[in-house]
C-alpha cells in the first residue's frame, strides 16, 4: 500500500507486434484537453476535517465491507482471458479500442493518485483509512488495463504519468459532485456494457469485458463513500448555489461522455451497441442512482436533450478541424466552434431540472 505508483506500475515491456504502427499511449494519457479524464488536487487540510458522526452507522458498514475486500483476487488474468489477435484486429477498431482501454486506464489511476494523496496527508482516522482501500481498488483497476495495453505493446507508463500530467485543482465539494458521479457513471458504464455482452457473448471481442461485474461493484462502493461523505453536510445538496453547481457537474460529465463516446464509432460497432442508446441508458441508471444524494436530476427525455447532445459534438468536431487546419483560419474556425460549444451547454444546462426529496437513508447496494 506504501508503494509509490511508479513501483505499482513499473514501465512497460517492448512485445509490441511488428506490423502494427507505434502509438504513443503514455502522451495520449498525457495530454490535457476539455475530453481527456484529468488528475484532481484539493484542499485536503479541509477534506481532513470531515466528521462522519452523523453517518457513523452506515460509515462503519461501508468501511466493514471494504475491509473485507471481496475483489482481493479478482484483477488477475485467468483461463477465462482469451488470447487476443491484436494484430488481426481491424486497424480503426484497434485505434479506438487502445484510445478507450487508455482512456479508462488514466481515468481509473486518476482516481489512484486523488485517493492516495489523500490518504498520505490526512490525519483523520476515518479518512484515511476510506481513500486507503479506494486507491487500492483503483491502483488495481488502472494496472489490470494496463495490462491489457501491455500484450498490445502499447502500456502507459504511469510512473512518468503522476510527474508529467497537469493536475486540475478542484475544492473539495466540486471533488465530491465530480468524483461521486464519475463513480457512478462508471458502474454504470461497465455493468451495461457487461449486461449487453452476457446476451451477445459473440460480440464479446477481448476477454477484459468479462472481468467487468465484479469490477463495477467496487466503483458503485466508492460512489456510496462519496455520497455518505456529502450526507455529513446538508448545505452539500441542498442550498440553492450547490443544486446549480450539481446541475453544472451533471450537464458537464454527461455530455462530455457523449461526445467522447461518439468519437469512437468502430468500437461500438464490433460491441454490437449503439452509442445513442448506450449513453442514454448510462445516464438513465445513473440518475436514478444519484437519487440517493443529488435532490435535482436532468430531464433526459426533454425534446431538446438528445438535438443538443449532437450539436455539441459536431461543435468539438469543428473544434478539432480547426485545430488540426491551424494558422489564423484554423484559429477563427476554433473561436466559432468554441462558441457553438458553449451556446449549446447553456441551452442543455437551462433544460428544467426534475426536483425530488432525498430519501432519509443514503445507501444503496449495486442492482443492474
Ligand atoms: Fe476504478
Ligand atoms: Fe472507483
Keep these: 500500500m506504501n508503494a509509490t505508483p511508479h513501483d505499482l506500475f513499473p514501465d512497460s515491456g517492448a512485445e509490441v507486434a511488428a506490423t502494427m504502427p507505434p502509438i ?6 498525457t495530454e490535457t ?14 477534506m481532513d476535517k470531515i466528521d462522519v458522526t452523523p453517518v457513523r452507522a452506515e460509515w462503519d458498514k461501508l468501511i466493514a465491507q471494504m475491509k473485507s475486500d471481496p475483489n482481493k483476487g479478482h484483477f488477475k488474468k485467468t483461463e477465462a482471458w482469451d488470447k487476443v489477435d491484436w494484430e488481426g484486429m481491424d486497424p480503426a477498431l484497434r485505434r479506438e479500442f487502445i484510445d478507450f482501454l487508455v482512456s479508462s486506464c488514466t481515468a481509473e489511476f486518476s482516481g489512484c493518485v486523488l485517493y492516495k494523496e489523500m490518504k498520505r496527508r490526512g490525519t483523520n482516522p476515518d479518512i484515511c483509512e476510506l481513500f486507503s482501500y479506494m486507491s487500492r481498488d483503483e491502483a488495481r483497476h ?3 488495463i494496463n495490462d491489457a495495453l501491455r500484450e498490445a505493446g502499447v502500456a502507459v507508463n504511469l510512473g512518468f504519468l503522476t510527474k508529467a500530467k497537469k493536475y486540475t485543482y478542484f475544492r473539495p465539494k466540486f471533488i465530491y459532485y465530480a468524483t ?8 454504470a458504464r461497465y455493468i451495461t456494457i457487461f449486461r ?3 446476451a451477445h457473448p459473440e460480440q464479446r471481442f477481448h476477454p477484459i469485458f468479462k472481468w467487468f461485474r465484479e469490477w463495477c461493484n467496487d466503483e458503485f462502493s466508492h460512489g456510496e463513500a462519496f455520497a455518505l461523505l456529502m450526507k455529513t453536510d446538508p448545505k452539500l ?5 450547490n443544486k446549480l453547481w450539481i446541475k453544472f457537474f451533471l450537464t458537464a460529465v454527461y455530455s462530455t461522455m457523449w461526445v467522447r463516446d461518439h468519437a469512437r464509432p468502430e468500437f461500438h460497432k464490433a460491441l454490437g451497441v449503439n452509442i445513442g442508446w448506450y449513453d442514454q441508458e ?3 441508471k445513473t440518475s436514478t442512482i444519484a437519487r440517493q444524494i443529488f435532490p435535482i436530476e436532468l430531464d433526459i427525455d426533454h425534446p431538446r436533450w438528445i438535438p443538443n447532445l449532437q450539436r455539441m459534438n459536431r461543435a468539438f468536431i469543428a473544434m478539432d478541424a480547426a485545430h488540426r487546419q491551424g494558422g489564423i483560419a484554423g484559429k477563427l474556425n476554433g473561436w466559432i ?3 457553438k460549444a458553449a451556446l449549446t451547454f447553456a441551452s442543455l444546462y437551462t433544460i428544467p431540472a426534475k426536483h425530488h426529496a432525498l430519501p432519509a437513508s443514503v445507501r444503496l447496494e449495486p442492482s443492474y
Design 33 to 46: 484537453t476539455l475530453l481527456n479524464p484529468r488528475f484532481y488536487t484539493t484542499d485536503f487540510d479541509e
Design 196 to 198: 449487453h455482452l452476457e
Design 282 to 284: 448510462v445516464f438513465r
Design 24 to 29: 504513443d499511449t503514455t502522451a495520449m494519457a
Design 337 to 339: 466552434a468554441g462558441a
Design 237 to 241: 445538496t441542498e442550498s440553492f448555489t
Design 142 to 144: 488502472a494496472g489490470f
Design 180 to 187: 461521486y458521479l464519475s463513480e457512478k457513471i462508471g458502474y
